[in-house]
């Protein structure tokens, strides 16, 4: 497979846009971390009967929760980041690379024409989705690189 | 010299070495059998060579007045493949037992099966180890009670037409000692056969494990307890012959004829299947609960290994000539260790360029050649990334004060370092969101000593590129220290990193390839 061609090709649908889970505007924060921490998910998207009206990441619990803890009981539509940036369905994978790569974003929501959520664009995802590229020089290496024979020889 | 090879008689093939088994073993029977297939062959005696490893079924070429070979225990099949393919006009037949090509042999039968060297195997199965006086074997079925298993064997035992089904053999075949006639039929068969023909026979050991096959041999039972394969047939079996064996979702079930059975309700046997499948589930038919099948399981044609290696050997010849073994040798890695005391290093020889054009070049790479957006992506150093510096701090930092730092200076991770500047660790705000978030934890009171990971994995500047991309990949790491040879910190790559590096590598000028 080309890189190139499939990133120039490929949309954002066509990688893993998994990474996230749905949480509601009323849930309380510490029940939105719980949840995250179980499902092992850095990044939540509020809804509002069904229509995405924020975002809360890890980021977001580094930078104004971890340490208020005065916040933990508080509706999470409080403390999301409101009216999130979101990336249609038909990005392309590397104008979605340029936009996430100027931007101080590490987690866009991908929605469809009708405004539905498909899922959120990751930058785990896009590296993962590179590396499947080339599984024999990517996934095939010693653990370090030192790990390299000199040779192509052996016995 | 047709002629003569028609007047040949079991007589010619009798040796006259005196016959060292077991008074009423088995084996007897085998060997009177093959002294009595081999003449209708019209195979000359000379170019008849059996071979054997180690067992009391291995001293069967010294019985035949034919070539042999005694050889190593559980490599007969292995010498036989050379054999084949140094003069491939020769017939070899492989004479082995249960421990000789199950045991220590077995991986050398898998592989003469698989590449279907035109040869025939015979392995004596009697469950048990005779010539070391009565070890349980791996036919013996769990339970046997033997010198080496007092309180019965506790493993499960190998049934060898499904091994030998399951390392792709193209003739697979049972037979059992006391059935003559029968032995005689897959003998020839075997023989007939091009590729490995692979034939099991039950072979009585009367001094260890007498009576192991005697469902298979007692005129009393023997027809109710196996069952004659016969192709392009319905499978019944039965003194009266009134059952059969149907398939029932994969799984087969003896059946009684009539009251609504018929024959055209019975699985029909076809060795000739591609799919090894059918044979397959025949070979799982075991006592005592099925009738053991008795026959050839599967015999189907497949390209012939020594015909496609000396093949590809004339053309090779053909291609680029007769080649010189002596110039490959010398052509290239080789050295010579310098005479005396003195000398200090080993001298490599270059001078002698290679004279070979046997082993082609792969790698051939023009040093000058622009390097594509991949070879960039994938074998470039780290040091061509633009790479943030790291933000540092020392162990003893607490929790609060490192996540204002963060906070401040919009930084997603510390490096942690010790007096001396080398890597310690890496606190990250996943720390945070794992260990911290959502527990009641007093971040002034607790240090990152506490949190970091410790002894992260880290690359040097000279590492390519694709490594980064491995650990990130496959481990999920989204910051990874870049360290000097020292180990001090002098960048940080991380997710973003590689999304920006690939950005700019790609040009929007694409054409599919």
Known sequence: MDLNYSLHNDTVKHVDLSFYVEVQKDHPVDQVIAKMQNSQRKCALVMDQGKLIGIFTAHDIARRVIDQSEVINAPIETIMTPDPLTLQSDTTLIEAIRFMSDKPHRYMPVVDAEGRVLGTLTHYAIIKYMSDHFPEEIYNLPPTPDHFASARAGA | MADAIETLTRKDFVSDQEVRWCPGCGDYAILAQMQRVLPEMGIAREEMVFISGIGCSSRFPYYMNTYGLHTIHGRAATVATGLKVANPDLHVWVITGDGDSLSIGGNHLLHVLRRNVNLNIILFNNAIYGLTKGQYSPTSPPGTRTYSSPMGSVEQDFNAISVALAAEATFVARSVDRN??????????????????????????????????????????????????????????????????????????????????????????????????????????????????????????????????????????????????????????????????????????????????????????????????????????????????????????????????????????????????????????????????????????????????????????????????????????????????????????????????????????????
């Not at chain 2, 041999?217 to 196996?226: F, G, I, L, Y």
């Not at chain 2, 050839?296 to 073994?325: H, K, S, T, W």
């Not at chain 2, 906070?407 to 720390?431: E, M, P, T």
Request: charged share 25%.
């Open chain 2, 180 to 513: 003559t006639k029968h032995m005689a039929e897959i003998l020839k068969r075997a023989t007939e056969h091009r590729g490995t023909s692979f034939v099991e026979i039950y072979q009585n050991c009367n001094i260890y494990n007498d009576g192991a096959w005697s469902f298979a041999t007692e005129a009393n039972v023997k027809d109710d307890q196996t069952v004659i394969l016969e192709h392009g047939q319905p499978i019944i079996f039965g003194k009266d012959r009134d059952k059969g064996i149907r398939v029932n979702k994969l799984a087969p079930e003896v059946v009684t004829l009539g009251n609504g059975v018929s024959e055209s309700d019975l699985l029909a046997h076809d060795e000739t299947l591609d799919n090894p499948a059918h044979a397959y589930l025949l070979s799982r038919l075991t006592h005592p609960d099925y009738p053991v099948p008795l026959g050839v399981f599967r015999c189907v044609e497949r390209p012939i290994y020594e015909e496609q290696i000396i093949a590809q050997g004339r053309q090779a010849v053909e291609d680029r000539g007769a080649g010189d073994l002596n110039a490959l040798y010398h052509a290239t890695d080789t050295w010579i260790v310098p005479e005396g005391p003195d000398a200090e290093t080993v001298q490599e020889v270059h001078e002698e360029l290679p004279t070979s054009n046997i082993i082609p070049d792969i790698e051939q790479e023009d040093p000058m050649a622009p390097r594509t957006a991949l070879q960039q992506l994938l074998y470039d150093p780290i040091s061509s990334l633009d790479l943030p510096v790291p933000e540092c701090v020392s162990a003893d930092t607490s929790v609060a004060d490192a996540v204002e730092t963060m906070r401040s200076k919009n930084l997603g991770c510390l490096l942690v370092v010790n007096k001396r500047g080398l890597l310690r660790g890496i606190f990250a705000q996943g720390d945070l969101f794992e260990k911290v978030a959502g527990r009641d934890i007093d971040l002034t009171k607790i240090t990152i000593d506490s949190l970091m990971t410790k002894d992260p994995t880290a690359l040097k500047t000279s590492d390519p590129i694709g490594h980064l991309l491995h650990l990130m990949s496959l481990h999920g790491f989204r910051h990874i220290p870049i360290v000097d040879p020292d180990g001090r910190p002098v960048g940080l790559a991380s997710f973003k990193v590689m999304l920006k590096f690939t950005g700019g590598l790609f040009s929007d000028d694409i054409s599919p390839n």
